[in-house]
């Protein structure tokens, strides 16, 4: 049994970075799929796949790299099982004043800080990407 899914993906991401894979693989969630779908449309990574194995499912993500530096420099859980860490819509992160973006989950679905700021909401900081 895992206790925080999300901080391993984080994990298995950073680790496939430092070894210069094409690609990790992971138990699949509703919430991993919506992380790695802001991952790609913030330009992250390359692309993610969820492939359907048993009642839970793979998800594979293909890693970006850029003349063999990876496109993500750091990625950071913040809210934590033991700690957890909300925000008001005021008090959205920024991260590297905008050349990061956090995740944010809210009542409204899991989004960017930037998105949380135009929609006006809050919610729980899963991590940092930058």
């Not at 590297?96 to 809210?106: E, H, K, P, Q, R």
């Amino acid at each position: 049994m895992m206790t925080d899914p999300i901080a391993d993906l984080f994990t298995r991401v950073r680790n496939g970075l430092m070894v210069h894979h094409g690609a990790v693989e992971m138990p699949g969630s509703k919430m991993k799929t919506r992380i790695a779908e802001i991952l790609k449309e913030e330009g992250f990574i390359k692309n993610f796949r969820v492939r359907e194995d048993g009642k839970q499912g793979i998800l594979k993500l293909y890693l970006k790299y850029h003349n063999g530096d990876a496109a993500i420099r750091g990625i950071r859980r913040i809210s934590k099982p033991g700690r957890r860490t909300y925000v008001s819509s005021r008090d959205v992160p920024k991260v590297l004043s905008g050349l990061g973006i956090a995740i944010i989950t809210t009542s409204s679905g899991v989004m960017t800080d930037e998105l949380c700021r135009e929609k006006g909401v809050g919610g729980e900081v899963l991590g940092h990407v930058w």
